[in-house]
């Protein structure tokens, strides 16, 4: 029987410096045998690419965005997570289920209830196998964003948002430490990597 592929997620506030590190974490799965298929939410998918357009650029209500950002999940576990998983492949993911509850609950303050409800809904069964949350003060990630590209939706909120943002995650991962690593990402590109590969290689 083929023994089921791990899914990891990437998360952090915009700037935290997720994207830096995921062409690193990917490499060192596959130096390691893995056959790795690197996703990103909201996306994913032909149909969730197009919700993405949506949610990154339309203003909506509040639950519109998060049913939305669901929706996006549901389809990208239906149509990649799930079956690439049982092929007994690895599933990269940059941002999952942890986002919606940093940026619809904690940074515009959706009920954490709704948020846990959706997530039940969605997929009571399944959970990362391993998180790297990528954490950073607020000042340094917004020194991060690339000032010279044009800032979407979420990138052009106030930094109480991002901080309320950032609390949220802290406070997931404090709850499911085994499942979700901080990784300090103040620290230079080697240092960063040389955590996630400590980390990572629990995982193998
Ligand atoms: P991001 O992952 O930062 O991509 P890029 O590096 O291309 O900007 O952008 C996705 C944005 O979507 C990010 O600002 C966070 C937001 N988001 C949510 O608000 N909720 C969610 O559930 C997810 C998956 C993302």
Redesign the pocket.
Known sequence: MTVRGKFITLEG??GAG??THIGFVTDFLAARGKTVVSS???GGTPLGEKL?EL??HEKMHLET??LL??A??REHIAQLIAPQMALGNWVLS???????????SG??GLARAKMEALEQWVHPGLQPDLTLLFDVPLEVARERLDATRTL????REQADFFER?RNEYLRRAAEDPDRMAVIDSTRSIEATRARLAEVLEKLL
Do not use: H, N, V, W
């Open positions: 506030i915009d997720k994207s990103r939410e909201p993405r949610l990154l965005e998060a950002m669901f996006a999940r940059d941002r999952f289920t942890d986002a919606s509850f940093a940026y619809q940074g515009r979407d939706k979420f990138e943002c």
